[in-house]
């Protein structure tokens, strides 16, 4: 049997990595769009931030090797044809396969696209971004930056920047960043504390409407409330796009069984694929790193054993790379908001038939892997949510619920 991949991305490396280990001894060839061995995205900000290139390849950078995989490297896929079961790569050939599996993420969405063409404007999405910026930040001397979107990956980039000594300015067009990950309050919080404990000049309501440039290298910005802000460096970071023109011709992603299954023969993981969540059953893009390994495993399980299935993603975040305090969150912000702050730590749980739909925490990370045994189990949490969300000792509280007397 031969297996193709489109994408050497976490999924597609997870699923091979299934696949030898559980004895699979067929084909494996593997398509990539950039030149590396499979990487962790999660981590590329650490290697802006300055840790050293080799700690991205999470796998290994003998994987094609270890796993005995041809890779056609910076070549992309270019057009799947499921009828014949080949697909068509850029350099114009072609590759039969049995199975394909179809993991190739998703690119940046860029506001203006023209702009990466003037120096010092990028994208912060693949590793191929961040060796670029990196380079430039070294060859130019760069110490200040804007990042233009205040999203989860906008926030990575700002403060992986941040702590790689830049001055940096964070411009979001909402009223709070992170705004997909916290309902109003939450995010207002965690700006505060970001502004607060980085002091990173954030700039909220508000978009990069121009950039200005002098021989094709970027100078300054100027934002639509009027703002103008000097500098050699901006970061694009305001959403993504799935990848799943090369099979089905559109962005919207693609929908897959709960077997991973796109089509008979061609497997979806990752952030290209749509899912159902596990608890609500909405159908949508769960794009973080569990999720992507889950679907990797239940598409190699059931194509080498022809059993099992997902079980539905989950929508969890967790913000903490270069900060002391986390933003941690799950679920749905509807229904019966229960709050609890003290000094930095702020949380709040959504219930709904006195069950968890939704949580924020901010400041100590503690209680959230407790939140959400009860928000997965959907137990009723009614009685004692409020003294789940307001003990400020964690041991203390796992004992007393366990039966142990608190000291
Ligand atoms: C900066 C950043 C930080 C992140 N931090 C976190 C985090 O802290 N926690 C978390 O859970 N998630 C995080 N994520 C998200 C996480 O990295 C993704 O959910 C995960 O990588 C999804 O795996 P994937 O294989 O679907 O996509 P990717 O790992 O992005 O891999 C997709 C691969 O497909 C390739 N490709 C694209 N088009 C083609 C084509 N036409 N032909 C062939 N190959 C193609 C790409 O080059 C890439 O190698 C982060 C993402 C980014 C960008």
Redesign the pocket.
Known sequence: MKIVT???????AEFVEQLRLEGFDGEIVM????DYPPY???V??FFLAGEPLDTVFWKGKDFYEKYRVTARLGE???EVDPERRIIHAADGKSESYDHLFF?????SRYPRPEWLATHGVFG???LTDMVAIDRYITEQHVTSAVVFGGG??GV??ALALKARGLHVSLVHRNTRLLSQMTDEEGGQFATGRLAEKTGMDIRLLTTVEKISHTNGQLTSVRLSNGQEITTPLLILSVGVTP?SA?LWGDDQGVIVNEQMLADPCIYT????AVTRHAVNGEPGIY??????MRQARSAARHLLHGDGSYGGSYNTT?LR?HIDFPVISAGSFTGEAVTWQRDNVWRRVYLVDGMINGYIVIGDARISGYLYQHYLARTRVDGIIRKIISAPRHDGYYREMLGFASS
Do not use: L, R
Request: charged fraction near 15%.
């Open positions: 489109a994408g050497t991305g976490m999924a597609a398509y990539g769009d950039e962790s995205p999660c590329i900000p992309p896929v270019m993991a190739t993420g998703s690119h912060f999405k693949n989860f990956i990575d980039a990848n090369p993981a990752g952030d290209v794009a973080n790193y569990p999720n992507a967790v790379k």
